[in-house]
């Protein structure tokens, strides 16, 4: 099966989102073939190059939606009117209202059709006649929006837009609609894939939309953080582009129209927890395409410790820890809220003196990060008055700043193995890979209510409401004073993490569904493989051309096939001598082979990794 596998800002860069999970799905589902269409989202990223790639795949087409781009195409009148008439149709339905404020189903359904419309008409235009940058800055795209937004009907938070905010929105816009003017819609590429996996929805999901459109390609969608949630977190008020109100709301509602769209073609939907779920079906996903898959995490080196515990029947304190330690493991920045996890430790120490907090994390990248991190420090050395200067060192300090790796610093699963208690404090997360990583390791846990923590838990450890300290403290007391409890919620944690949270059951319920779309899927023979009637042609691929590795690509199916061999008349021949000894009837026969035969089996592991 040739898979065209759909990335943005992730695989195969060695930066990014969603890289280690796609690496291991094309190691692990290896006898497909996966073709890789990256989108990057910085030079940095493009700076770092990628990681290694596996035989499986076969090729890699990237383009990079962070740098500004004209292609200095002038389209002409019929071209400009065609534009003007998709384009048009694309922002009335996102100025439109939609949900709950708009005036009626049938009008938020009639606002849908329009910008599907739209959006599949200017692919049209731009495979037909060159690339939309061009048009999508152009005077009559501004012109177009500006109409929009003071159109009769238009949503409200859009009507204070002005000039400056059409020209940063139109920007935006073709940046988001980029793909659309890539040249990966052809026989050669996505036309010729057996299906197409988004691994994330919005612009990565669009090559997909076309391909869907145009070549009956199935559509598969992958999120395990929803795009159209951390797109809202980005454009607020205090994200990382800090934009005005109404170019928030157009940007917004663009992205809400494009990921119904997305979700309305596509066949299968796999959100990674019931959080991006519930975000999904908000968003229109029809309940009977979703399926939860848990992102598969490697457990080697996380379950060995929970191993060691078990068959020596050790606790934290005899695996090289303290029972009397929280451990607090992450990446430190504002959403994590270690503000409120040094008030809670406060009053854990009024109750439990021996009590010993230690922060372990990433080294800080960013400013933001660097001042919050070094706003924690100051507040818990206001805390805790009494303690030595040096802050990076465990001794006899209550509270420990330390870097995983870093010098002196314990490493990922010395980490989890330090201590008795492992705590999330966030008000913000969507999986908790810190969490599942201390199921993994037998660790009892005390987290916040926070996005797909209760689901990930489920009853294996306490969980309090965010932004609480008296809460989390009282939860961490009464684990710190229970060690028989502390071993049980351990246990429970890493029996739920192995059976649900593993590579192996990520790539199960992968190789099920991509088995079962392409059985629904009809049948697209290339053209060299059927004759004038559209009829299957015999032995048009070599049978060389299915034994895995790039060679095939090219070598097996350019293979000329052999001279027809001239008939040769027969020739009389004695009859066997007869048998006179005993026969045994399990002796091996020898299989006759004709001259220039190539035994199979022995080139299957061409091109296969290992793994």
Request: with cysteine; proline share 8%; glycine share 12%.
């Amino acid at each position: 099966m040739r898979i065209g596998l759909l990335t943005d800002g992730g695989y195969p860069y060695a930066t990014g989102e969603s890289r280690l999970w796609c690496d291991r799905l094309v190691r692990g589902l290896a006898p497909h073939e996966f073709d890789i269409y990256a989108l990057s989202r910085s030079a940095h990223q493009e700076a770092t190059g990628w990681i290694q790639l596996p035989p499986s795949v076969q090729r890699v087409r990237t383009a990079a939606l962070w740098s500004a781009r004209g292609d200095g195409r002038a389209y002409g009148r019929r071209e400009r009117r065609r534009f003007a008439g998709h384009f048009g149709e694309l922002i009335t339905a996102v100025c439109a209202p939609d949900g709950q404020a708009a005036r009626g189903a049938d009008d938020d359904a009639s606002a849908a059709s329009a910008f599907a419309e739209g959006l599949y008409g200017l692919a049209e235009l731009a495979h037909e006649h060159g690339g939309l940058p061009t048009a999508l800055r152009s005077e009559t795209a501004v012109r177009i929006l500006e109409t929009a937004c003071h159109a009769s009907g238009a949503r409200r938070s859009v009507g204070g837009a002005t000039v400056p905010d059409y020209l940063v929105f139109a920007d935006q816009l073709e940046r988001a609609l980029r793909p659309l003017s890539l040249d990966w819609y052809d026989d050669d590429g996505l036309g010729g894939a057996d299906l197409c996996h988004a691994t994330t929805g919005g612009s990565a999901a669009l090559p997909g939309l076309v391909a869907k459109r145009f070549f009956g390609v199935p559509l598969l969608v992958t999120e395990y953080g929803v795009r159209l949630r951390a797109h809202y977190l980005a454009a607020g008020p205090g994200g990382d582009t800090p934009l005005r109100a109404p170019v928030r709301a157009l940007l917004a509602a663009f992205q809400g129209r494009l990921a119904a769209e997305v979700y309305g073609q596509a066949a299968v939907i796999t959100p990674g927890n019931t959080h991006a779920r519930r975000w999904q079906e908000r968003c229109g996903a029809d309940r009977a395409k979703l399926r939860t898959v848990y992102p598969g995490m490697e457990t080697e080196r996380f379950a060995a410790l929970g191993e060691r515990d078990e068959a020596g029947g050790a606790g934290p304190g005899d695996a090289g820890g303290d029972p009397n330690t929280l451990v607090w493991v992450g990446r430190i920045e504002p959403a994590k809220d270690l503000i409120s996890l040094l008030h809670a430790f406060a009053d854990i120490c009024k109750e439990e003196p021996d009590a010993r907090l230690r922060i372990i994390g990433a080294a800080a990248r960013g400013a933001e990060a660097t001042a919050y991190l070094t706003h924690c420090r100051a507040l818990a050395a206001r805390l805790f008055p009494d303690e030595a200067a040096d802050a990076d060192t465990v001794g006899d300090n209550r509270v420990s700043f330390e870097e995983v790796g870093g010098p002196g610093a314990p490493e990922l699963v010395d980490a989890y193995a330090a201590g008795g208690v492992i705590v999330l404090s966030s008000i913000v997360e969507g999986f908790p890979v810190s969490l599942v990583e201390a199921m993994f390791c037998g660790r009892a846990t005390v987290s916040t209510d926070v996005g797909a923590v209760v689901e990930v838990i489920g009853g294996t450890g306490l969980v309090v409401p965010p932004r609480n300290p008296r809460a989390l403290a009282d939860a961490c007391l009464a684990l710190l004073r229970d060690p028989v409890r502390r071993e049980r919620l351990g246990a429970a944690a890493r029996a739920r993490a192995l059976e649900l949270f593993t590579v192996e059951q990520n790539l199960a319920a992968f190789r099920g569904i991509y088995l079962e779309l392409i059985s629904h899927a009809p049948v697209r023979r290339p053209a060299e493989t059927v004759d004038a009637h559209g009829e299957p042609l015999p032995f048009a691929n070599p049978a060389e051309a299915y034994v895995p590795g790039h060679w095939t690509a090219g070598q097996a199916r350019t293979v000329p096939m052999p001279p027809p061999v001239p008939m040769v008349p027969p020739v009389s021949m004695p009859p066997p001598p007869p048998l006179t000894g005993p026969v045994d009837s399990g002796a091996a026969v020898p299989e006759s082979r004709p001259a220039g035969a190539v035994a199979v089996g022995a080139g299957q592991a061409l091109g296969e990794s290992d793994v």
